[in-house]
């Protein structure tokens, strides 16, 4: 399976990072080694001084597609649910500094989170779905669906012009404002519409 991550898709993300606002969806990759596994702590990586949170809603394929057309995206998947896109941000503003591709910074091991899945139909509207981000058990990111520059059947359509979805795919759609910095011992622990559908220690 392959992780397909979307980049600057809330607008107050994109401007605290001092980002551009992009044209069309940024789409980048991490690699199945990335997941965490279930229930393992985090680990911050030598390599990083800076590795920040990023908490955003996944949408988990069920089945071979490309081309697909965004009035056809909601048959391509059946499960909703929360991750973080663990960033090693100072790694990623050397690399984009100098026109590089991210995947050391985003790809690494762990730096996938994926929680519990919940079926989509517990959902009457995927567009307006609230979900947050606590660190030591207070809440430091919050975002609603309804924010994102691209919703989740224009997503699923867009990346399927250019990679085949195939079953058990994973699309993280992109973090709202407020990351920030983990250091050792902090625990972490995302909410969806009221329910934890992760949490995790920080080493
Ligand atoms: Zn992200």
């Excluded at 397909?4 to 080694?33: M, Q």
Aim: proline share 4%; with cysteine.
């Amino acid at each position: 399976m392959k992780i397909i991550c979307i980049g600057r898709n809330y607008t107050e993300h994109i401007e605290e990072l001092a980002n551009e606002k992009p044209e069309e969806p940024v789409v980048f990759i991490k690699p199945d080694s990335a997941i965490l596994p279930k229930e393992q702590d985090f680990y911050i990586p030598d390599f990083s001084k800076d590795v920040h949170y990023e908490v955003e809603v996944l949408v988990k394929i069920k089945k071979v597609g490309k081309h697909i057309s965004e009035k056809f995206a909601h048959n391509y998947y059946d499960e909703i649910g929360l991750g973080i896109d663990f960033t090693a941000r100072d790694l990623q503003s050397k690399l984009k500094e100098k026109g590089l591709p991210w995947e050391k910074a985003k790809g690494f091991d762990g730096a996938a989170v994926i929680g519990e899945w919940l079926p989509k139909t517990d959902f009457k509207d995927l567009n307006n779905i609230n979900f947050s981000l606590l660190k030591n058990e207070r809440e430091v990111q919050k975002g609603n669906t309804g924010l994102m520059l691209w919703k989740i059947d224009e997503l699923v359509s867009y990346v399927s012009q250019f990679f085949m979805l195939k079953k058990g795919d994973v699309i993280f759609t992109g973090t709202p404002a407020g990351v920030g910095r983990i250091e050792a011992n902090d625990y972490l622990s995302g909410v969806l519409e009221g329910r934890e559908l992760f949490h995790l220690k920080v080493k």
